[in-house]
């Protein structure tokens, strides 16, 4: 007769077999050994603070996650299922990490999403990434932002339009503002010009703002990592409607301007090479530089290369942006003093004008740009990142971060910390003074990460950041309608407000 606890242990053992992912599982004992050398919780090896994550709610893991960040102020280590997992808070170590060459590689909760966005430049890694970021970085230099500037005002103008057709009735910023993002990030990067009263381009919207938090679902779910298993729950049912959504709407895009790019190479090659001296030369959109080295070098790319990097940056380039508008709008709405010397800032600029932005007025505006700035401190779009390192990792004081481990940063919570910013939860654009700035480290501020893998659009956001914000400032007051008690937000991926946040806007005066 077998023993009931050797029918139990056998049980356990076939349940882990099927749900846990063994992939990322590190037990060897020198990795044990390591782990227990640095400070955090007690925890089991194999479960840590797994099934903790796991069940507590959304609406609680912020104060789960600050309880930690306090208690461990520099170094938290413990295990979700089998695999070590390190989560960084001081400046200098994160200096060391993200500012290496060689730990580049993204963390396992990346994985996930490469179903949607495959290996473009956000989770390729090694060469293939250090090849597609040198190819895709003209693609956002200086004259490509000045190229770009029209079309940045222009869908300034329509968001503007859209806020001033509300009447002064509440309404939801971030939705308004996602169709602009959206459009803008089509016409620039994409050549394509979207209707965003479009079905597909609203269904599109919808399943980024769905998928994300599915994703985060799953990452903290370990029963749910099983592909087999997870595509047979109504979680992963949303999950292929939504990512079968996502990849049309941007094979539709590359389908769009193959075609449009097809007929524009005929025309461009008719030019004399007299004309070609006097016209002046524009650099391409990324999506142009893809295509057209796909028609010189055939074998370069696979549709599947295109399509992963437009992926990426469609959703990368909008989703973001539309983040940080909408609560720069709401933070400036809640601290009237503050929006009245961004508006006197801009009244300075351009008076009674009512012109577009141009290059010379985008820097003028350095006090919007602290706005900006400290919108970005206290909720950065970008709430969570992470590396897989595949060798040791040496910090200083010889802390030894073992090969294997999952190493996490979280800069909604260094943002937040005292010992870099104090009183960390006013909203003061005065902390991103020159003077301030030289005294802070210089990773204890990282919106757009840091090192080689940091944000290659920064500049472009920045950008249309001060563009959107500058057009709506000067023509409209803002106003908060949601209350900060009720801002309540989820720290991974993107970060988003679990509801809508509301504001109402009273135009300043007429606008042509």
């Known amino acids: 007769m077998i023993p009931i606890a050797v029918v139990f242990l056998l049980g356990l053992l076939f349940v882990v077999t099927l749900f846990v992912p063994f992939d990322h599982v590190n037990l060897k004992w020198r990795t044990i050994r390591a782990m227990s050398k640095l400070s955090g919780p007690f925890s089991i090896p194999f479960f840590g603070l797994g099934l903790l ?89 200086f004259r490509i932002l000045e190229d770009n500037l029209q079309s940045l005002n222009k869908h ?44 597909q381009a609203l269904e599109y919207v919808d399943a ?46 590359i389908q769009e301007r193959k075609l449009s790019y097809s007929t524009e190479i005929p025309r461009n090659n008719q030019n ?18 893809l295509l057209e080295l796909d028609l010189k070098y055939p074998n370069l790319f696979s549709d599947l290369d295109i399509r992963e990097e437009v992926d990426t940056f469609m959703f990368e380039g909008h989703d973001t942006t539309s983040v940080t508008l909408t609560f720069a709008l709401y933070l400036l709405g809640l601290h009237p003093e503050i929006q009245e010397k961004t508006f006197e800032e801009q009244y300075n600029i351009f008076g009674d004008s009512d012109r577009a932005a141009t290059r010379p007025d985008l820097n003028e505006m350095h006090y919007l740009e602290m706005v900006i700035k400290e919108t970005l401190r206290l909720y950065p779009s970008v709430p969570y990142i992470s590396r897989s390192i595949a060798e040791d990792l040496i910090l200083p004081g010889n802390v030894v971060l073992p090969a294997g481990a999952n190493v996490l940063v979280l800069p909604y919570f260094l943002h937040r910390d005292v010992r870099y910013f104090p009183d960390p939860e006013v909203f003061n654009p005065e902390r991103f003074t020159i003077e301030n700035c030289k005294t802070r480290h ?5 919106p757009f990460s840091a090192g080689p ?41 993107i970060l988003r407000s679990k509801d809508s946040v509301l504001i109402k806007c009273e135009a300043r005066r007429m606008v042509k």
Not at 272 to 289: M, Q, Y
């Open 272 to 289: 004399t090479e007299s004309e070609e001296l006097l016209l002046p030369k524009k650099r391409k959109a990324f999506l142009d530089s």
């Open 53 to 141: 994550m796991a069940v507590i709610r959304d609406s609680e893991m912020v104060s789960v996650l600050t309880y930690y960040y306090k208690k461990y102020p520099r170094i938290l280590a413990t295990y979700i299922v089998g695999m070590p997992l390190i989560l960084l808070h001081q400046p200098d170590d994160l200096e060391i990490l993200l500012g290496s060459a060689t730990h580049i590689k993204k963390g396992f909760e990346y994985e996930i999403l490469k179903s949607w966005l495959n290996e473009g430049l956000l989770l390729s890694t090694g060469e293939k990434w250090r090849h597609r970021r040198k190819l895709l970085t003209p693609a956002f230099h």
């Open 208 to 253: 980024v703002k769905r998928l994300p938090s599915l994703v985060v679902d799953r990452i903290r779910k370990f029963w749910k990592r099983k592909n087999w298993l997870y595509y047979l729950t109504i979680s992963g049912r949303k999950f292929h409607k939504s990512l079968t959504t996502l990849h049309n709407f941007t094979e539709k895009i």
């Open 156 to 199: 300034a103008r329509y968001l503007l339009r859209n806020i001033l057709e509300q009447d002064g009735k509440p309404f939801a910023a971030d939705q308004l503002v996602t169709l602009c993002t959206l459009d803008v990030i089509c016409e620039t990067a994409m050549g394509i010009s979207l209707n965003t009263q479009d079905n």
């Open 442 to 446: 210089p990773y204890s501020y990282i």
């Open 453 to 493: 893998r940091n944000c290659i659009g920064q500049k472009f956001a920045m950008m249309e950041l001060k563009v959107v914000l500058s057009t709506i400032i000067r023509f409209v007051k803002i106003e908060p309608v949601t209350k900060p008690e009720d801002i309540k937000v989820f720290p991974f991926v």
